[in-house]
């Protein structure tokens, strides 16, 4: 997550040092739940955490509804890789039916923020970005 995208704040540092101290040593639950904790207070990269977590199914088990939940959750509260996220679930039709307007829509959301994958996706998908 070292990225100039985050703004510093509490919450990202928590989210740091949580992915240093249990990610990188693979204890997944305990990743999981101080991620959920932020989600649950609103954090948006923590929400697009948990939502990937429910997806891969990592120290929780896997279950898409929730994963879509919490990455739709963290896509509306601006988070970039939320946003991509959500795209490739409705591009691809993972977990929602599939529905390349609300893809385009959400790559074209995380590209003006500077997402390069979402950039790259609407370039290919000839999405406007302005």
Known sequence: MASD??????EL???????EKYWKTQQYEKCFS????LAEHGYPLAECQVGYFYMEGCGVEKDL???????ERAARHGDWD???????????GTGVPADLEK?????????LQGHEIAHKKCVELGIPLY
């Open 103 to 111: 893809a385009k829509h959400w790559y074209q959301q995380a590209a």
């Open 65 to 71: 509804e929730k994963a879509l939940y919490w990455t």
């Open 34 to 37: 101080g991620h959920l904790s």
């Open 5 to 10: 995208y985050y703004k510093p704040c509490r």
């Open 82 to 92: 939320g946003q991509c996220n959500l795209a490739w679930f409705y591009e691809t």
């Open 13 to 19: 540092d928590t989210c740091n040092e949580l992915i």
